[in-house]
């Protein structure tokens, strides 16, 4: 006869995934409201029902082994659909409810992201939306391994699991102090301020900072960087102290030049403007409130 088939236990596979998310047990037992102690108890059960390790531990925390992340992909396939059926259910007893997990990159956040989302929440007051900020790489990790269900990325990021639709245009500007020799352009080049001056850069991480390097280099012109930082707001503060000159969304310098004496000055070259993505792992097959959340995005951005 046949091996039988292993039965879950769902209490046991969400602890798991949070103890992923979570790189410790302790943190995911506070997270959970349990003790460290029963968390470990239903992984050791769990891993000798499957008859594999799943954890490794180490002075990080733990990590899953290559079965551990096996398991995470259809632990996290299994939820959705059972997320999914949940929320079915519910649309049809009382009308459209649900959570949204939307992931996005700073620039879109700081843009007209806000009031759209406050334009949905109005149109479908029962639906909860999460919204977690990171960089576009972490935006489409997050969507194509499940932890979120849309996101808002740029899109010279690889996605090829993802359905993607397109969003707001985004310009990148120049900025300085408000008596640099470059304040007071109404546009400028790259190369006019790249071959003159250093800059206070983003993080090799960055999806504008490689943005901003790639055209340096096609051009054949310097990108010399004073320091880099991690942030935005960061880097407002630096070019406002004198460390250099900047290049951000003109969206995220522009509310912000009168308050910190900064002048902004917008692009001129082809490269500096471009549009942000709308992300998801299949809109048709999402629960309801992410899909209603991903078509009113994308009717927003085609109105403008």
Same mark, same amino acid.
């Given at each position: 006869?046949?091996?039988?088939?292993?039965?879950?236990?769902?209490?046991?596979?969400?602890?798991?995934?949070?103890?992923?998310?979570?790189?410790?047990? +302790?943190? $995911?037992?506070?997270?959970?409201?349990?003790?460290?102690? %029963?968390?470990?108890? !239903? *992984? #050791?059960?769990?891993? =000798?029902?499957?008859?594999?390790?799943?954890?490794?531990?180490?002075?990080?925390?733990?990590?899953?082994?290559?079965?551990?992340?096996?398991?995470?992909?259809?632990?996290?396939?299994?939820?959705?659909?059972?997320?999914?059926?949940?929320?079915?259910?519910?649309?049809?007893?009382?009308?459209?409810?649900?959570?949204?997990?939307?992931?996005?990159?700073?620039?879109?956040?700081?843009?007209?992201?806000?009031?759209?989302?406050?334009?949905?929440?109005?149109?479908?007051?029962?639906?909860?939306?999460?919204?977690?900020?990171?960089?576009?790489?972490?935006?489409?990790?997050?969507?194509?391994?499940?932890?979120?269900?849309?996101?808002?990325?740029?899109?010279?990021?690889?996605?090829?699991?993802?359905?993607?639709?397109?969003?707001?245009?985004? +310009?990148? $500007?120049?900025?300085?102090?408000?008596?640099?020799?470059? %304040?007071?352009?109404? !546009? *400028? #080049?790259?190369?006019? =301020?790249?071959?003159?001056?250093?800059?206070?850069?983003?993080?090799?991480?960055?999806?504008?900072?490689?943005?901003?390097?790639?055209?340096?280099?096609?051009?054949?012109?310097?990108?010399?960087?004073?320091?880099?930082?991690?942030?935005?707001?960061?880097?407002?503060?630096?070019?406002?102290?004198?460390?250099?000159?900047?290049?951000?969304?003109?969206?995220?310098?522009?509310?912000?030049?009168?308050?910190?004496?900064?002048?902004?000055?917008?692009?001129?070259?082809?490269?500096?403007?471009?549009?942000?993505?709308?992300?998801?792992?299949?809109?048709?097959?999402?629960?309801?409130?992410?899909?209603?959340?991903?078509?009113?995005?994308?009717?927003?951005?085609?109105?403008?």
């Amino acid at each position: 006869m046949g091996k039988s088939p292993t039965r879950f236990d769902l209490i046991s596979l969400r602890l798991f995934l949070t103890v992923i998310e979570e790189s410790s047990i +302790t943190r $995911a037992a506070t997270r959970e409201h349990v003790t460290a102690s %029963a968390v470990s108890k !239903r *992984l #050791s059960e769990l891993e =000798a029902q499957l008859g594999v390790q799943l954890f490794e531990r180490r002075s990080s925390g733990v990590q899953p082994t290559a079965a551990g992340r096996a398991l995470e992909v259809d632990a996290r396939s299994m939820f959705a659909m059972l997320d999914r059926m949940q929320t079915v259910a519910a649309d049809y007893a009382s009308g459209v409810r649900g959570e949204v997990r939307l992931n996005a990159n700073a620039s879109s956040i700081v843009d007209t992201l806000p009031d759209e989302l406050r334009q949905f929440s109005r149109r479908h007051p029962h639906i909860q939306l999460r919204l977690d900020e990171g960089r576009s790489t972490e935006v489409v990790e997050a969507v194509t391994s499940g932890r979120a269900d849309v996101g808002i990325f740029v899109p010279n990021i690889p996605a090829p699991e993802l359905e993607t639709a397109p969003y707001r245009k985004v +310009t990148l $500007a120049l900025i300085t102090p408000s008596d640099h020799p470059l %304040a007071g352009h109404e !546009r *400028l #080049s790259f190369s006019d =301020a790249a071959t003159a001056y250093d800059f206070v850069g983003l993080s090799e991480g960055s999806s504008i900072g490689t943005r901003i390097r790639s055209a340096a280099a096609n051009m054949g012109i310097p990108y010399r960087t004073a320091m880099q930082v991690t942030t935005f707001e960061a880097l407002r503060r630096m070019v406002q102290a004198g460390m250099g000159i900047g290049i951000l969304p003109e969206s995220c310098s522009a509310p912000y030049a009168e308050q910190l004496g900064l002048s902004c000055i917008p692009l001129a070259d082809e490269w500096a403007s471009y549009h942000l993505s709308l992300c998801a792992r299949k809109v048709d097959a999402l629960p309801t409130a992410p899909r209603l959340l991903f078509q009113f995005l994308s009717e927003q951005a085609a109105e403008t």
